[in-house]
């Protein structure tokens, strides 16, 4: 806790308190198995993937076990930066470096953004800001980089983010804002860039091919061929998903006709273990060169309700999992795919949308020996966390959310400096907490014992 008092220290105000890591691989495993064991049921090669890829890193870990990060949200002391508003922003709820990336939004613009609203709930803006800050930290540390230098990507990403909403305040500027290749440098220009250079021709070969005039998926290990009843069970859903899209951005009804349909394995971590499909649909035309590939991803209830329940009414997302995400990205993003919808696959809730060939994921390991080119990096991540929380305010459904979220934050940080300590003192000692549990994994797994 020396890091801490130290911050302490150059806080105006008292900053919160944060527990020391404790090793605790009883409590580890419990939860691990816990968490994991239902979906094994149902999908046990896909946990056992997850193991192998949290096994890999602590960031791996971290990723993959947003439900440990939120029970211990549940029971730490809060920030000292909060007050009855920026206790209800819309959160992304798993922020992290690879819940970034390019894309092209339905304006035609390759920007850099969030990709993943998975989790999204309401809560506490700082949990966003600390989740956030630990992967800083994790991915810092496998890199190479010194206490130092996390301590100052840390401040980038803060200041960056307090500087973004101030520059918000009293403008619907969140609205109409975003990053394009333009607006950034270094390795978040390289990922807007390598948007730029996607087709739809390019990505449609790399996972089907065109045999008498019609397109199917080709099969390997990542994209295994359904059962004919879990085949029927996806057409049988089409109609709803369809009916979850708004009037004015649904296509007519040839468009969503499917052509194929197969399971989509070993994708993501914390999300293996849930079904995933991807559905090829007919597109604009007849023709096999427009054909659109839907993602289907089954949905749990958000993390962060365990550390807030009831925090988003389940009646606002017609207590339907795959709503929420839906409404989730329409809150947090401007120019949504207009894909995105919601169904449900034989009784469970599903998110759709658009598997986008003008999408590039964010790897962080590219940021490795170069200090200057990682702060490049958070600072545009800030912004961008910056303009979802501004967005996804009264902005977007004042019953929700009743406030400006950029006008009460930057009002609630009454002490840049002092914030920034205790993000700095809760994420150094957060992280030191998910290496001991990545530990606590290792030796279970090295031990035998289950885990899910």
């Known amino acids: 806790m020396r890091r801490f008092l130290a911050a302490l220290s150059l806080c105006l105000f008292?900053?919160?308190?944060?527990?020391?890591?404790?090793?605790?691989?009883?409590?580890?495993?419990?939860?691990?198995?816990?968490?994991?064991?239902?979906?094994?049921?149902?999908?046990p090669a896909e946990i056992a993937t997850k193991m192998d890829k949290m096994a890999v890193s602590p960031f791996a870990f971290y990723r993959g076990t947003?439900?440990?990060?939120?029970r211990d949200m549940a029971s730490l002391p809060p920030s000292a930066y909060l007050n009855t508003a920026t206790r209800r922003v819309w959160i992304d709820g798993d922020l992290h470096l690879q819940n970034y990336g390019g894309v092209r939004d339905s304006a035609g613009n390759d920007v850099f953004d969030i990709s993943d609203f998975d989790e999204s709930y309401i809560g506490p803006y700082v949990w966003d800001v600390?989740?956030?800050?630990?992967?800083?930290?994790?991915?810092?540390?496998?890199?190479?980089?010194?206490?130092?230098?996390?301590n100052s990507l840390i401040d980038q990403f803060v200041d960056s983010y307090l500087n973004k909403l101030g520059d918000f305040k009293g403008t619907d500027?969140?609205?109409?804002?975003?990053?394009?290749?333009?607006?950034?440098?270094?390795?978040?220009?390289?990922?807007?860039?390598?948007?730029?250079?996607?087709?739809?021709?390019?990505?449609?070969?790399?996972?089907?091919?065109?045999?008498?005039?019609?397109?199917?998926f080709t099969t390997?290990?990542?994209?295994?061929?359904?059962?004919?009843?879990?085949a029927s069970a996806i057409n049988a859903a089409m109609p709803a998903y369809i009916a979850s899209i708004a009037s004015g951005k649904r296509q007519p009804a040839a468009f969503?006709?499917?052509?194929?349909?197969?399971?989509?394995?070993?994708?993501?971590?914390?999300?293996?273990g849930r079904a995933r499909y991807w559905v090829l649909i007919e597109g604009a035309s007849a023709s096999a060169d427009d054909d659109v590939i839907l993602e289907m991803?089954?949905?749990?209830?958000?993390?962060?309700?365990?550390?807030?329940?009831?925090?988003?009414?389940?009646?606002?997302?017609?207590?339907?999992?795959?709503?929420?995400?839906?409404?989730?990205?329409?809150?947090?993003?401007?120019?949504?795919?207009?894909?995105?919808?919601?169904?449900?696959?034989?009784?469970?809730?599903?998110?759709?949308?658009?598997?986008?060939?003008f999408q590039q994921d964010?790897?962080?390991?590219?940021?490795?020996?170069?200090?200057?080119?990682?702060?490049?990096?958070?600072?545009?991540?800030?912004?961008?966390?910056?303009?979802?929380?501004?967005l996804a305010d009264q902005d977007y459904d004042s019953s929700l959310i009743p406030f400006s979220q950029d006008k009460q934050i930057t009002d609630v940080v009454v002490s840049a400096s002092g914030f920034k300590a205790e993000t700095r003192a809760f994420a150094a000692d957060y992280a030191d907490q998910v290496q001991l549990d990545h530990a606590a994994l290792l030796a279970a797994r090295a031990a035998g014992h289950p885990l899910y």
């Open 14 to 43: 008292a900053a919160a308190p944060v527990s020391a890591a404790t090793s605790r691989p009883n409590w580890v495993e419990s939860e691990l198995y816990g968490f994991n064991h239902p979906l094994a049921q149902a999908q």
């Open 66 to 70: 947003a439900h440990l990060f939120y």
């Open 130 to 150: 600390r989740r956030m800050a630990v992967s800083l930290v994790l991915a810092a540390r496998e890199l190479g980089f010194s206490q130092n230098d996390q």
């Open 173 to 216: 500027d969140e609205k109409s804002y975003r990053l394009k290749a333009g607006d950034l440098s270094n390795v978040a220009k390289d990922v807007v860039q390598k948007v730029g250079k996607k087709n739809r021709p390019d990505f449609l070969a790399k996972y089907s091919a065109v045999s008498g005039g019609v397109r199917r």
């Open 220 to 230: 390997d290990s990542t994209l295994v061929t359904l059962p004919a009843a879990s």
């Open 256 to 272: 969503y006709t499917v052509k194929d349909a197969r399971q989509r394995m070993g994708s993501g971590v914390g999300s293996l």
């Open 297 to 357: 991803k089954e949905m749990g209830s958000s993390a962060v309700a365990l550390a807030n329940p009831g925090g988003l009414p389940a009646t606002a997302y017609g207590n339907h999992e795959g709503a929420r995400v839906a409404m989730s990205n329409k809150a947090g993003l401007t120019n949504t795919d207009p894909l995105i919808g919601s169904t449900s696959i034989s009784g469970k809730p599903y998110f759709v949308k658009e598997k986008s060939p």
């Open 362 to 390: 964010f790897d962080y390991t590219a940021l490795k020996g170069n200090l200057g080119n990682f702060k490049d990096t958070v600072a545009a991540m800030g912004k961008i966390l910056a303009k979802t929380h501004a």
